[in-house]
């Protein structure tokens, strides 16, 4: 029996040449389940608080993870992301407002961006994938607590 974590990295490999096939691309963006937004250097592309319906795929640039904390005046970066990472997918499982915030860092920072229906869809799909983010989204709430996000 493989683990489940050599079937996650199945999954992640089979999406890597997915997207590496040019003819998938296209047809799921005709399809309108993919398409592609567009950001400058300082572009709010997520703001915390807000509600959001979108998850995000980075396909070029690199994103700020920005959060506020209990006696900061402003928002601290608590990581940075960049092409194949993907965010947002926080207030999707957790039906919560956004819990970060995700800033450009370059100019023509491109991302492919999925809604909520073809989200779960995707992930409800694939019963492990589910079970691994629900997992990821838990630990991201543990961190926040412990940095004292507020
Ligand atoms: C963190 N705390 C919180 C990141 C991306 C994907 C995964 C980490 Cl699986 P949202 C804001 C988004 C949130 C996450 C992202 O920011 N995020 C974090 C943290 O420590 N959010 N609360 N680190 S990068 C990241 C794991 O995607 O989803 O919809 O919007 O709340």
């Known amino acids: ?54 998850f995000f795929i980075i396909a070029k640039g690199e994103v700020s993870v920005t959060q506020s904390t209990e006696g900061c005046p402003e928002p601290q970066e608590i990581k940075t992301l960049g092409v194949g990472d993907y965010f947002g997918e926080k207030a999707l499982i957790s039906e919560d407002v956004r819990s970060a915030n995700i800033v450009a860092k370059e100019n023509d920072t491109q991302c492919l961006v999925v ?9 409800g799909t694939y019963e492990e994938l589910q079970a691994y983010l629900r997992e990821y989204v838990e630990q991201l709430s543990i961190s926040d607590e412990r940095r004292n996000a507020v």
């Open 1 to 54: 029996m493989r683990s489940t974590q050599a079937r996650h990295e199945e999954y992640f490999s089979f999406l890597r040449r997915s997207f590496n096939n040019f003819a998938l691309f296209y047809v799921l963006m005709e399809l309108n389940i993919l398409r592609m937004d567009y950001f400058d250097k300082g572009d709010y592309i997520i703001r915390e608080g807000e509600e959001g319906n979108t």
């Open 115 to 123: 809604d909520r229906d073809n989200f779960n869809q995707m992930v």
